[in-house]
């Protein structure tokens, strides 16, 4: 089993950046697939971006394609989310998830792919 800490979300007004870090641990990091995915208040929770096991295949959201970007650290089992031209309604709570999967490149999209959830991290983008 992996589990997985996030940091780096905070207050931040529109047009700033952020940076979001997912800390694995548990297993082999290189093991997983990973994403992030985000939910605000009210709504369900969404696919933001995600990346393949070496970090070199990824997919975004059609909402931050062009100011996040994903990426990954095996050597520091660490996941990251930069995120840029920050707008209000990018507002929510922040989650890193993992799947195991070995031996082939995959991009998972999908709440459901996904077996292993952090505890989330604010993000508060103000006007």
């Known amino acids: 089993q992996v589990q997985l800490v996030e940091s780096g979300g905070g207050l931040v007004q529109a047009g700033g950046s952020l940076r979001l870090s997912c800390a694995a641990s548990?297993?082999?990091?290189?093991?997983?697939?990973m994403g992030w995915f985000r939910q605000a208040p009210g709504k369900e929770r969404e696919f933001v971006a995600a990346?393949?096991?070496?970090?070199?295949?990824?997919r975004y959201a059609d909402s931050v394609k062009g100011r996040f970007t994903i990426s990954r650290d095996n050597a520091k089992d660490t996941l990251y989310l930069q995120m840029n031209s920050l707008k209000p309604e990018d507002t929510a709570v922040y989650y890193c998830?993992?799947?195991?999967?070995?031996?082939?490149?995959?991009?998972?999209?999908?709440?459901?792919?996904?077996?292993?959830w952090g505890q989330g991290t604010q993000v508060t983008v103000s006007s």
């Open positions: 990346t393949d096991w070496s970090g070199g295949s990824t």
């Open positions: 548990g297993r082999t990091f290189s093991n997983y697939a």
């Open positions: 998830a993992a799947r195991y999967w070995v031996h082939t490149s995959v991009v998972l999209r999908t709440y459901s792919d996904y077996d292993y």
